[in-house]
């Protein structure tokens, strides 16, 4: 009985897509995980519509709940990463311009 409601605040949160789209056009903005912050919690997963939010890989930090990290070319800006992460979590996920991400990083975010 006591576990019926322990997972109700999951009832609104869509399945994800059974088909990934390529994006149309380039982003307003880019979502970036400061590592450094991240609890590796995975919180903003289930929530990214497009599903491009996963942990770093083991070997990179060799810790046991390693944080996550945004695949760039699939993000489409929609910032719900972000809202996540601050409301229920940590606030490690940050919203940039994609000019300024492109001169930040030095990287071209595809169409």
């Known amino acids: 009985m006591a576990d019926t409601y322990k997972y109700d605040h999951y009832k609104s949160v869509p399945e994800p897509a059974e088909k990934i789209n390529k994006k ?5 903005l880019i979502a970036v995980v400061d590592e450094d912050n991240c609890t590796g ?19 990179k930090y060799g810790i046991p709940i390693p944080p996550v990290q945004i695949r760039f070319d699939e993000c489409i800006g929609c910032q719900i990463c972000a809202r996540v992460c601050t409301k229920l979590t940590w606030d490690a996920i940050r919203m940039l311009p994609t000019d300024e991400f492109e001169t930040l990083y030095e990287y071209t975010v595809a169409e």
């Open 41 to 59: 919690c995975q919180v903003c997963v289930p929530f990214c519509p497009v599903d491009c939010i996963e942990t770093v890989p083991d070997e």
């Open 24 to 28: 149309k056009k380039k982003p307003k």
